[in-house]
Structures are given as C-alpha cells and as structure tokens.
C-alpha cells in the first residue's frame, strides 16, 4: 500500500507556497494588524484553500483532510495571519451537518453561508471543544457554536463579542454571547456529539500542521542566522551549544511529522484509532514547535521578543497555536486513556 | 482562436547551476528542473486570449521525460492540452535547432496564435521566436507587453528602451511576451484535480517529420567549446574617511567614468 501523497497534493502546496511568497511576505504579515486580509485570503479561496473539504454540492471539492495537510503547512511556514485552521474545520463541519441531514431549519441560509465561504466571500469560525475563546469571531459571517450538547450556527450579528487578550494579536479571541433564539441548531444528541469529535480532530490535525510549518521556518531561519553571525571570530552555528540545540529542535519537528501525516491518514480512512492519532500528532506538533521557538529565540540572542523582529511574527503564531486546540499535556492525557481504556477493556472478562 | 504556448524545463534559478563536463550541455541532474519563468506570462496571457475569443490552449515543450512537470504546470493553470516533443536525438540542439524542431511540431497542431515567453532562463538567446516565426514563414512580434486580437488582426504593443512600439499583423502570427504583459494565475486544486485528465501527446521526431541531420549536439550550429566557473567576486576597496572621504568617493566614480 502506498501512503505517499500523490503528485497534486504536492503540486497545490506548491501552488499555496508559491501565493504565499507573493502575497504574506513577513512585511505583509506585519502589516495585517487585524489578522485578516480580505485580499489575500479570497487569493487563497481562488485557488481552493477554502472550499477543498467543502461537499461538492455545496460548491466545494470535495476533498479531504489530506489534500489539505501540506498546503496548510505552507501557510505556517509564510506565518500566514487568516485563520485557515478555524474556517476550514467549521466550513467542514457545516457541510457535514448538510450532508448528512442533521439540520433543523435554515438550510437554505445554511447553503448560501457555505457557498459563500467556499467562494472566500465570507468567514466561518467555530469554537474549539478545549478552549474558552473563540478565534477570529469579529471577521466571521456566522460562527459554528455548542451549546448543551447541541450545535449552532450563530449570526455574528446576532452574537455579543467581548475581546479577549491574545499573545498572538492577529490571532483576535472573543468571548461569545449569544441568545438561543439568535442561533439556528444543526446537530443534536449523537450527532452533536460525533460533530464535537470531528471539529476537535480537525482543528488538532490542522493546526498541528500548521505548527509544523512554522517550527520549520523558525530552524530555517535560525540555522542560516547561526552561520552569518560571527563571535569569538567564528559563526557561532559552528559551536556545539548552538548546533545541538537546533539539530534537537529540527528531529522533533521531523519526528513529529509523520504522526501528523498518519493523524490525517487515520482521520480521512475513519480508523478507530482516529482520536488517538490526532491527540499523539497535535502533542508532538505542540512539543516540536514550542522547542523550535524557544531554541531560534535563544540562538537570536533573545531579538525575537521584539515587535520589529520577523522571528517574533512566527514565535506568536507557535506559542498561540501550540495552545489553542489542545496544548501537548492535554492531548497526552488523551492519548494515555485511550490506552489504558483499552488495556482495562482486554482485561474484562 | 487555436493558441499553443511554448514552455520550457529549465533549471531553477533558485539553484547552482551546472554544464556537463562530458559534452558542455546543460547538466540536468545537478538541479531542479521548473517551468521557465518567463513562460507562465506567456500560459496566462493565452487563457486570457482563450477566455475572451473562446477556443483551446495547447501546450507545446520540447525536452527529456523530466520536462512532464513543467506540462503538468501549465495544464493545471488551465491550459487544455499538450504536447511533448521528446527524443533522444534532440539533445544538444541550439536555438536554430529548437526553432526548426518547434516549427515542425506545429505541423502536428492547428493553431491561430503561437505565444511564448521572451527568453529562457537558462540559455537567454531569446530568438527562439523570431527563428520559428522565420521556419513558419509567419510575422513575429516580439516583447510584448500588451496584446490584443480582433477578429483576424493582432496588434501588440513591442517593448523597447524608450517606451513602446504598436505592431500589427493578421493571424496566424508568433508572439513573445514580457513580464510587465500579466499577473500569472496560481494553479488550483480544482485545476490541479483536472490536470491529470488532460491529453498529453508524446511526439518522437519521426512523428513531427523532423530531419534527424537537422537536430542535435552533433549537428548544431553553434557549439560550447569550454566554460568555466565564475570567479569568485573580488574584495572592494575600503576607504578610511580621514576627513577626505568625499573626495576619494568622487575620484573612484571618475575613475570609473561615472562622473
């Protein structure tokens, strides 16, 4: 069997990596105080950034969790500031709920919203099941909320948004209040539930990609900073204190990508172990990142604190994301009772 | 309205790139091969043609069996078809040789419009268009920088070191373009889904008629006779200010006659 990706889903990162170093170079980052640029990312929505996962019917592509990973590892390498994370896991959730029927009024608005946000001409966020905040909610046409075990579309207009503080400020969070009658359900009961499941493991496999993609640029950077820097009269990569320091941090990020590949795999195939693979890929993702940014802030010489410097628009990006969604604790314990559930259930007789 | 764009692999300019020491061509191995640049002005200029004059857009590259990638680029930027012109006895061949090659492949296709880009990355002749427009006997118009048909007329406007010529010719005609014609499109996924569907003609020389006596190392009319790396740049010159720093920075322009 081969688990390789196939030759168009290298040739549309290829295509984001190749938008991305026109349109998010670190100056437009920086300049994206917002964190959103309704330019750039109705580019990307041209391209399919926004509609992959989309059904079909609901003009999207129809495809899946794989043909997304490398593209969104793209978009943490340029420290892309829209939230392709939180968009495409809602954009998927809601055209699942379309999909399988799970609705309760409002389909038609429901299919103009999805269209919309397939097209880039609107946003879809969603609140993850482990946060307290939700990401991006003030740039959002509607928001994909649960409420007591039942799952929302709520009109942004319709909802009071109290900004929250953010160590990644492009990346806004807001506290969301929101009347019920303010919101339409899509799912309940058993299917709320597996919505919660579906929306936790997407918003983990992505951002996890994600990570990755910044972690990347974070070693790249630091490694070609390590050779120009001269002290002692030599590059200082050429001291054994910087070099092990970065090659740690690149095993980690190589050694956590696989996982990430094999949490999509298992997502995109429904594997039993879906839920597993996801927390071990997000953990390790979490982990590898965070060492990342902590090695190239310190082979910097600590410049990276600064607003001024590039590395610090990727170490916010790292520090945010490697908590949002699950940091690694928490998705070790998830993987740790998966196992031991397991391990109590061979022993029952 | 036919068009066929003329693409070429070349080595990415982002890498070190290499002659072979065997026999002084390109040393394909040594780098990464990518579409040449300047070809995806010329692939988007002709969907911009195709989208307001309707027909189909056909890719023409004439190169090894790596030369795939930079089809499949094109077709999933939205050309409709291609053809590939390979065969070992093309290896070697000088712009004149490209040119005939080219010119003979054409034959294969119907065509009103042929558009490529202005000059390759690697070699840089840029003649490869006037020499095929010369093979096809058909009006060339070079560097352009804006193009419009209508009906069977083309005007373009020609690029030059003072502004712009407007030239005119009636179909079928060879233009080339610049880079200040378009904004390329990125390939999408749908684009890139739908690439792998699209007819891809494989073309030996026997098929495209082409004289074996024509094409080649052996047969070129021109020939590499040696190369050699670059030197490494030499270290500049540093003046010590002792107060008489402008006068030493205008005496090194004079010298050099830029003042």
Partial sequence: MDFSFTVEQHDFAAAVAELLRTHCTPEHVRATKSGFDRDRWKRLADIGMASVCVPEPHGGLGGDDLDLLLAVEECGSAALPEPVVESTTAATALGAAMESGARDGGHADHAVLLARAAEGDALLTVSAPTDPYVAAADHAAALLLEREGAWYVVDRDRAALTPQPSVDAPRTLFTVEWDSDGGTLIARGEAARAMSAAVLNRGALLSGAYLLGAARRLIEMSVSYAKDRIQFGRPIGSFQAVKHHLADAFVAVEFARPQVWRAGYSLTSGAATADRDVSAAKASASAAAERAAAVALQVHGAIGYTHESDLHLWLTKVWALSRAWGNAEWHRGRVASSLIDQRLTARLP | ?259
């Fill in chain 2, 1 to 259: 309205m036919n068009i066929v764009v003329l693409v070429k692999q070349v080595p990415d300019t982002a890498t070190e790139r290499k002659l072979s020491s065997d026999d002084n061509t390109l040393d394909r191995a040594a780098s990464d091969g990518v579409i040449n640049e300047l070809d995806e002005y010329a692939i988007e200029e002709a969907l911009l043609l195709r989208e307001k004059h309707g027909g189909e857009v056909t890719v023409l590259t004439m190169g090894p069996d790596q030369a795939t990638d930079s089809i499949r680029k094109a077709l999933s930027m939205g050309a409709d078809k291609a053809v590939h012109l390979s065969d070992e006895a093309l290896h070697g061949s000088d712009a004149l040789q490209t040119a005939y090659a080219l010119s003979k492949a054409l034959g294969t296709v119907e065509f009103d419009l042929v558009v490529l880009g202005s000059e390759s990355t690697d070699a840089r002749t840029g003649v490869v268009g006037a020499a095929l427009a010369e093979y096809l006997g058909l009006p060339q118009l070079t560097l352009a920088g804006k193009v419009d048909v209508d009906g069977s007329a083309i005007k373009v406007q020609r690029q030059t070191d003072y502004g712009y010529d407007v030239v005119e010719a009636q179909l079928p005609a060879v233009v080339s373009v610049v880079e200040k014609i378009n904004e390329p499109r990125y390939p999408s996924f749908k684009l890139i889904m739908q690439a792998k569907k699209k007819p891809v003609q494989k073309l030996a020389i026997a098929d495209a008629g082409i004289d074996a006596a024509g094409v080649g190392l052996a047969n070129a009319t021109t020939e590499t006779v040696d190369f050699a790396a670059a030197p490494p740049r030499a270290a500049g010159t540093v003046v010590q200010d002792e107060g008489d720093g402008g006068v030493k920075a205008a005496d090194f322009l004079a010298e050099k006659k830029f003042v």
